[in-house]
């Protein structure tokens, strides 16, 4: 085994891993993503404790133009997100100035090295295998819906557009699926060049489409880049040996600290549960959220596409250039998208009695905004909604569109000899 950090580092080479070991390691601490198990119950009260802290920074010390609200949720590129980054790099800043005064003596820091790479490696490695394990099972990128097969493009967000490209293709899934669960063999030091070298692929691909797309993990997926680039660091020499100068190359195992032969059975056995849970526990949870809203959940009952063919306001027909509501689409009976004449929509959540045949339409941003009606579906298709808005009766008579075979982009299915492009 080859210990390449046993000699004495340079200056600035201490100086540099001080910064990176405060930085990344307050980095992880705080930005865990589910990939250490068990991570939020020690991170809740320091979780707290920042949601009151940080707006405050925000309010007296950086005089940001808005109150910040908002934190890391469906969004990990908030305000919140960028000053707690910012706060981490000064803390980085200031605690490698004062290690560098207080610790003159260290020659070298290989020990330390060694804990460093391993907290970041399994952060790497155990936070791709989670999001590995959601392309394989299609969970995070789900099948284009009837919400998105019936936007059109120009509509979409970028964002928006990037997801059904990527959820039209399971194949693409399993593809991006096995490339980052390959980052599993960053937690094994004899594989751990080899996983960050195609981990480094990986991350730079998903940061590209954050970028490029509007996708807010801009934050978290450019960290995943340089963590990866920073455990390549070590066999840096020897890797531009290799694919550079054509020279011959030998890659180096970072050193292991001397541990009794018990240590070494417990970490074995600690690092087999580790893997063991990583893959288990997000299986199980990734199998859940495909029965939940995945390729396994169940359509809705009232499940389509419903084209507006009279809308009856009080005692007021309106014709069909004058409709208030255009189409009505509900993939489960949860939540429908309502489409206007005028193209804007509108969603609302549903609560469905089937029972009795009735339907509540309620506006999640209004709690003030509901409406109810009782429905009915005839042989035909015909589906009617009666109700009373305002002491005014209101009824709306629907086609259901048959959904079946009904968009080119579902039912183009895969060919291997095409005579020309099928390009629509």
């Known amino acids: 085994m080859i210990d390449v950090l046993a000699e004495p580092w340079p200056l600035a080479k201490k100086i540099i891993f001080r910064f990176a070991f405060v930085y990344f390691?307050?980095?992880?601490?705080?930005?865990?993503?589910?990939?250490?198990?068990?991570?939020?119950?020690?991170?809740?009260?320091?979780?707290?404790l920042s949601h009151k802290f940080i707006p405050w920074i925000g309010k007296n010390i950086l005089r940001l133009p808005r109150e910040i609200t908002e934190f890391t949720a469906g969004s990990s590129d908030t305000t919140y997100d960028y000053v707690v980054l910012l706060m981490?790099?000064?803390?980085?800043?200031?605690?490698?100035?004062?290690?560098?005064?207080?610790?003159?003596?260290?020659?070298?820091?290989?020990?330390?090295?060694?804990?460093?790479?391993?907290?970041?490696?399994?952060?790497?490695?155990?936070?791709?295998?989670?999001?590995?394990?959601?392309?394989?099972?299609?969970?995070?990128?789900?099948?284009?819906?009837?919400?998105?097969?019936?936007?059109?493009?120009?509509?979409?967000?970028?964002?928006?557009?990037?997801?059904?490209?990527?959820?039209?293709?399971?194949?693409?899934?399993?593809?991006?699926?096995?490339?980052?669960?390959?980052?599993?063999?960053?937690?094994?030091?004899?594989?751990l060049t080899f996983g960050a070298i195609i981990t480094l692929m990986t991350t730079l691909n998903v940061t590209a489409i954050n970028y490029f797309y509007d996708v807010p993990v801009k934050i978290l997926s450019t960290h995943l880049v340089l963590m990866t680039f920073m455990l390549l660091l070590h066999d840096r020499d020897a890797l531009w040996k290799f694919f550079f100068s054509g020279e011959s190359a030998r890659l180096s195992i970072i050193k292991r600290p001397d541990f009794s032969r018990r240590s070494r059975i417990v970490g074995l056995l600690l690092k087999g549960l580790i893997i063991a849970y990583a893959f288990v526990a997000h299986s199980i949870q990734c199998i859940s959220d495909m029965k939940a809203y995945g390729m396994l959940a169940p359509k809705g009952k009232l499940f389509g596409v419903y084209q507006v063919k009279s809308f009856q306001f009080g005692s007021d027909t309106l014709g069909q250039n004058a409709m208030r509501w255009k189409a009505m689409y509900i993939q489960q009976d949860t939540y429908a998208k309502i489409e206007t004449t005028n193209d804007s929509t509108a969603w609302y959540k549903l609560e469905l009695d089937s029972i009795n045949h009735s339907i509540r339409f309620k506006n999640p941003n209004d709690t003030s905004e509901a409406y109810h009606f009782r429905y009915s579906l005839s042989s035909q298709n015909i589906f009617s909604l009666r109700g009373t808005v305002k002491?005014?009766?209101?009824?709306?008579?629907?086609?259901?569109?048959?959904?079946?075979?009904?968009?080119?982009?579902?039912?183009?299915?895969f060919h291997w000899i095409n005579e020309t492009p099928y390009m629509r």
């Open 391 to 413: 002491e005014d009766s209101i009824r709306i008579l629907f086609q259901r569109v048959n959904e079946e075979n009904a968009y080119n982009l579902t039912d183009r299915g």
């Open 25 to 48: 390691g307050l980095f992880i601490v705080v930005n865990n993503y589910e990939a250490y198990p068990f991570w939020e119950y020690v991170s809740e009260p320091f979780a707290d």
């Open 88 to 191: 981490i790099f000064l803390a980085a800043i200031l605690s490698a100035i004062a290690w560098s005064i207080l610790d003159r003596r260290s020659g070298n820091y290989s020990k330390l090295y060694y804990w460093f790479t391993l907290f970041i490696r399994f952060y790497v490695g155990l936070l791709l295998i989670n999001y590995g394990l959601y392309k394989l099972f299609k969970v995070q990128f789900p099948y284009p819906n009837i919400y998105r097969l019936n936007q059109t493009y120009g509509s979409s967000s970028p964002m928006s557009l990037a997801w059904t490209f990527l959820g039209f293709s399971y194949g693409y899934n399993l593809f991006m699926g096995v490339a980052e669960v390959a980052a599993v063999l960053l937690l094994f030091r004899r594989t």
